[in-house]
Each structure stands twice: as C-alpha cells, then as structure tokens.
C-alpha cells in the first residue's frame, strides 16, 4: 500500500496553504493530521467548518471530548486519542475522568447518557439501541442535540479513518493505554 506522508506547505494547494496559517495562528502548530487532510483544501476546510460550526452547539467542551474520546476509542484512532486527551484535560476533564470516559463507565448521568449513545452509534454504524436513546432524552437533551451528537460522532470518525488509512505519525503526548 502507498505510503502517505505528511504533506509540506508547499506540497499542497493555496487554499490549503492559508488554512494552514491559520492554524499555525490559532493552535501555534498545523497538527499532522490536518496537514494530511490537507491534501484536499475541500476536505479540510469542510472539517473544520462542521467541526467549528458543531462546537456552538448543545454540548460544552468537556461533553464534546469525551464524545471524541468514545468515539476514538471505538475505532482504536491513536492520534485522535492522544489529541483528545490532551484537549479534555485542558478543558477541565481529569486523567482518570478521560479514561472513565473510554471505558464507558462515567459517573455523572448527562455525560453518561451522551458517552453511551456516541459509543452505540460508532460501534453499531448509527444503529443504537432504543434504550440508549430514551436514556439521552431522559438526561434532559432533545432532539436539536441528538442531530449534533451525530454530527460529533461523524466529525470524530473522518478524522479516526484518515489515521487508519494514512498512520500520519501522532504529534501529541500518546494516550494511556486502557
């Protein structure tokens, strides 16, 4: 199989090129992965316009990680969890809460409900079980946030099967292994 490299600035187009400035701007680094989906400047700027678009939404920062880390831990995704983990503590979450989190045993019944039905929905392709949703409408969320919850779901997914096709090397503190 060919070997997909990390593409430099100038290996990819001038659309491509000014996003990554901006992400060199906003997060001080153009992180391997999204340097990789740059090979598309479509590909990119779709991403990270939901991805954007998806955090103003119904879940806090912390909801939105540990929705990543269920997700990424359903699909094995190395970088998305090293990312992810580093992201969720800084935004409040602690070592152990995130590794709560990836084994789907979360204490608070909000984050537990939300936790639950983004790991059924990676693990069983969109498909959960009818008690998982109930349990997510039981938490006090609706149905504005179970369409974002897809859409966190389908975000995390893009990024975790881009690693799986291309292994682009992790740029982040490597996740504790469960």
């Given at each position: 199989?060919?070997?997909?490299?990390?593409?430099?600035?100038?290996?990819?187009?001038?659309?491509?090129?000014?996003?990554?400035?901006?992400?060199?701007?906003?997060?001080?680094?153009?992180?391997?992965?999204?340097?990789?989906?740059?090979?598309?400047?479509?590909?990119?700027?779709?991403?990270?316009?939901?991805?954007?678009?998806?955090?103003?939404?119904?879940?806090?920062?912390?909801?939105?990680?540990s929705i990543a880390l269920a997700v990424s831990e359903v699909n094995r995704c190395e970088y998305c969890l090293a990312a992810h983990t580093m992201l969720a503590i800084k935004n409040g979450l602690t070592t152990d809460d995130?590794?709560?989190?990836?084994?789907?045993?979360?204490?608070?019944?909000?984050?537990?409900?939300?936790?639950?039905?983004?790991?059924?929905?990676?693990?069983?392709?969109?498909?959960?079980?009818?008690?998982?949703?109930?349990?997510?409408?039981?938490?006090?969320?609706?149905?504005?946030?179970?369409?974002?919850?897809?859409?966190?779901?389908?975000?995390?997914?893009?990024?975790?099967?881009?690693?799986?096709?291309?292994?682009?090397?992790?740029?982040?503190?490597?996740?504790?292994?469960?």
């Amino acid at each position: 199989m060919k070997k997909i490299a990390v593409p430099t600035a100038e290996q990819v187009s001038a659309e491509s090129q000014a996003i990554f400035e901006q992400l060199q701007k906003r997060l001080g680094k153009v992180p391997n992965l999204y340097a990789t989906v740059g090979y598309s400047a479509n590909a990119l700027k779709g991403f990270l316009e939901f991805d954007a678009t998806l955090s103003k939404g119904a879940f806090n920062a912390k909801e939105r990680e540990s929705i990543a880390l269920a997700v990424s831990e359903v699909n094995r995704c190395e970088y998305c969890l090293a990312a992810h983990t580093m992201l969720a503590i800084k935004n409040g979450l602690t070592t152990d809460d995130t590794l709560a989190v990836r084994r789907g045993q979360v204490a608070d019944a909000r984050l537990n409900a939300i936790v639950q039905l983004a790991k059924s929905i990676a693990e069983t392709k969109g498909k959960p079980g009818e008690g998982l949703v109930d349990n997510f409408f039981n938490a006090g969320l609706d149905e504005a946030a179970l369409m974002e919850l897809i859409g966190l779901v389908t975000v995390r997914i893009f990024t975790n099967y881009v690693f799986a096709i291309t292994n682009v090397p992790v740029d982040f503190p490597a996740a504790q292994v469960l």
